[in-house]
């Protein structure tokens, strides 16, 4: 549209005294200023242009309500802004907004704030006063922290904090008890507190992709987006939280023996847990599971499961191989990488354990050195930790093994992870 088609539709808007002007869509790289002579305008669309900077002459227009600049390329808030008293709903998103002036807690009337997609480092704590704000907008920023002044806001519905770089949750957001929907995905969050489970209206909670270690992983699952009954019952992450006090560590890990059939994993599971050796010993038919715990670590039960390495057996193992187990993958000294399908058993390893450590044990020893490549294994499947080669006739290397199972216990954390103590019951009834 040309300068004159534009400036056609103002004059035409101002003679009709119409209370709404759309100019979205138009490639404007600048407001008009014959804009600021609308004063009975109400609502503006400036949406999807190329307008660079908000000219001051806008804050005449003091009948507006709904201001729409998003997806243009505004660097600044300009302090003149504040002087539109009546404005309920402000839309910023996708531009290159860098700060957030103090000076935008004087629009009291705003009830909708949209500054999504932008450059934000940092919220004001004046942003406080902005009492009948329902819903705020600011994912998709370098937001580092949530000021606790935050929780005055009392009205908010709808935050949106998800795509930043928070590393905390402030107690005091447990005080925003109209919240109904809260985004925090994506950030770099280690804890949920406690207090959080006081949001009796929360609807919805999206936790994803943050490192927190204060409850455990599948819990947070469930609140990846779920909502959470209308009746206000807190479920998963909620029921977690305010089970404080009662719970308990799993002091468990599960320990899985992987590899091809006639390796030897039967035979260094003997070794391991009772320093036996059979060379007549029959291939196992299935999985066998037993409990194990070392002396070096005795508060943690290990579960050790041996898997039948027969190919018959193996399209069965994507059902018993997990995420945050350790693995002892169990391969012949006698053969190459080929023969002992290294590669293919490292490749589901990493498909259904994700990060799971992996601990590769050659067994044979007496017989034949280990023919693995552990450095350009390592550097194409990270979470191998260590190559031991053992004996089970001998005994060579069940040592060191013992003691990388033990190091390796220390290095994963969700052992420690507290469960409700009404959980153990039902674990122990299953077992």
């Not at 490639?27 to 949406?47: D, G, K, R, V």
């Not at 932008?118 to 580092?144: F, G, K, M, V, W």
């Not at 490549?373 to 190559?387: A, D, E, G, S």
């Not at 409700?420 to 039902?426: A, D, G, L, R, Y």
Request: net charge negative; aromatic share 6%.
């Amino acid at each position: 549209m040309t300068a004159q088609e534009v400036l056609e539709l103002i004059q035409q808007a101002k003679d009709e005294r119409a209370g709404k002007l759309d100019l979205s869509n138009k490639n404007l790289t600048e407001i008009p200023p014959e804009i600021a002579h609308l004063t009975s305008l109400q609502i503006l669309y400036l949406n999807n242009n190329q307008i660079s900077e908000i000219p001051e002459a806008l804050a005449h227009l003091t009948s507006l309500q709904y201001l729409h600049l998003s997806n243009n390329q505004i660097s600044e808030i300009p302090e003149a802004l504040t002087q539109l008293t009546s404005l309920q709903s402000l839309y910023l998103y996708n531009n290159q907004i860098r700060e957030i002036p103090e000076a935008l807690a004087q629009l009291t009337s705003l009830q909708h704030l949209y500054l999504n997609n932008n450059q934000i480092s940092e919220i004001p704590e004046a942003l406080a006063q902005l009492t009948s704000l329902q819903s705020l907008y600011l994912d998709h920023n370098q937001i580092r922290e949530i000021p606790e002044a935050l929780a005055q806001l009392t009205s908010l519905e709808l935050l949106y904090l998800g795509h930043n770089q928070i590393r905390e949750i402030p107690e005091a957001l447990a005080h925003l008890t109209s919240l109904r929907y809260l985004n925090l995905n994506n950030n770099q969050i280690s804890e949920i507190p406690e207090a959080l489970a006081h949001l009796v209206n929360l609807k919805r909670l999206v936790l994803k992709n943050n490192p927190i270690t204060n409850v455990p992983p599948e819990i947070i699952r469930q609140g990846w987006g779920e909502i959470i009954s209308d009746n206000g019952n807190p479920q998963a992450i909620f029921s977690y939280l305010k089970d404080k006090g009662k719970k308990r560590p799993l002091n468990e890990l599960k320990v899985l023996l992987v590899g091809e059939g006639d390796v030897g994993k039967t035979s260094l599971l003997k070794r391991l847990r009772h320093n036996t050796f059979n060379s007549e010993e029959p291939k196992t038919p299935g999985i066998n599971i037993e409990k194990w715990q070392l002396p070096q670590k005795p508060d943690i039960r290990l579960n050790l499961w041996d898997f039948g390495g027969q190919k018959v057996m193996q399209t069965t193992h994507q059902f018993f191989l997990t995420k945050r187990s350790l693995y002892l993958l169990v391969l012949d000294n006698r053969k190459n990488e080929q023969q002992n399908r290294l590669e293919y058993w490292l490749k589901l390893i990493e498909t259904y354990g994700g990060n799971s450590p992996v601990i590769i044990v050659g067994n044979c020893a007496d017989e034949h050195p280990p023919q693995v490549k552990i450095r350009t294994l390592q550097k194409k499947y990270p979470q191998i930790t260590k190559l031991i080669a053992t004996s089970c006739k001998t005994g060579v290397g069940i040592e060191q093994l013992v003691q990388e199972i033990a190091s390796q216990i220390d290095a994963i954390p969700h052992i420690k992870d507290l469960f409700p103590n009404s959980w153990f019951q039902i674990k122990t009834q299953l077992e």
